[in-house]
């Protein structure tokens, strides 16, 4: 297919493509001619991915090179595939080595990892993150041990198990897999939260007893 066919089909505006192949997001297509290049299916996943990494994931240029890097490293298992784009979502955090109550906070994460027996690198940026989140909590005089989390490990590592792991295609195109995690992970992210906060309004208001509308 011609570029203005690839646009239609992908929904992607040509300049937006023609801006995807200059930062080397978007494989070049076989040249036929000077001024011409034909496209295949490949080009439309590949563009499906890019906007998911860019408009869903909110990844900077930088990022999505990184995973799109993976996905082309046939030499890459899918764990290292997808775990690059996991990384990838997580907001950056600056550890404090140097700080007694960061270093803390950082211990009791890695307790809870290893309570639970996860398999998670030592590197993995969400240690620091999950730190990060029992450091603020601490602070707002809301202590969050391990015991306090585990209930919200449970439910994470539930619905992981038995619905999530399910909607990521692994027998098809790499691009595939990893545009189904970065997708699902922050959209379901958001309905998670959203269930939660419908929850806490339903129970309290029978908690209060509020009359019914």
Known sequence: MRISQLSAASGVPIPTIKYYLREGLLPPGE???VTRAEY?????RRLRLVRALLEVGRLPIVSI???IAAVDDEDLGMHEVLGTAHYALAPAVEAH??????RRARAEADRLITDL???ID???PTRDELAQAILTLDRLGMPATGEALRPYATAALDLVVEHEIGTIPLDGPREAAVEALVV???MHGRVLDILRRLAQES???RFFDVPES
């Open 31 to 33: 040249q036929t001619s």
């Open 40 to 44: 295949g299916a490949g080009h439309v």
């Open 65 to 67: 090179r990184k995973v």
């Open 97 to 102: 080595e140097d700080d007694e109550e960061w």
């Open 117 to 119: 027996g996860w398999r």
């Open 122 to 124: 030592p590197g993995a």
């Open 184 to 186: 699902g992970t922050v």
């Open 203 to 205: 129970v309290s208001a």
